[in-house]
């Protein structure tokens, strides 16, 4: 399959793979994606603006928090995010998940190329 969102459209192309990522998650319980607002082009870099969110990022949590690190439920869930990105999301990981522990919930973000 040709893909029809071009790395060059900048924060635009961050938009539209936020946006199919979210439809890619809506079997998971406590999985979305961060609210953007806005994706713009200005030279040759692309921008994404998004709703600020005060969480810490998973890499964060497992690099500081052994409890998070430790625990099998939070793994398989962290794997079956990455199951239903497949390969095309090649910048998924911790260092952009973000987690609400209040919540139980993983906030993904920069799921451009």
């Known amino acids: 399959m040709t893909n ?4 060059k459209e900048g924060g635009t192309t961050e938009i539209k793979k ?3 990522a979210s439809d890619r998650f809506r079997h998971l319980k406590g999985v979305r994606v ?9 030279g040759d870099k692309g921008y994404f603006v998004s709703k600020w ?3 810490p990022r998973a890499q964060d949590l497992s690099d500081s928090d052994e409890q998070f690190s430790n625990d099998p439920v939070l793994a398989q869930r962290l794997s079956d ?9 090649k910048d998924a990981g911790k260092h ?13 973000f920069d799921l451009g190329y």
């Open 53 to 55: 969110e005060d969480l």
């Open 96 to 108: 952009n998940i973000l987690y609400d522990k209040d919540k139980d919930e993983f906030v993904l």
């Open 34 to 42: 961060i609210d953007f607002k806005l994706g713009y082009k200005k």
């Open 81 to 89: 995010i990455y199951k239903a990105l497949g390969s095309e999301y």
């Open 4 to 7: 029809p969102f071009k790395p």
């Open 18 to 20: 936020s946006a199919e």
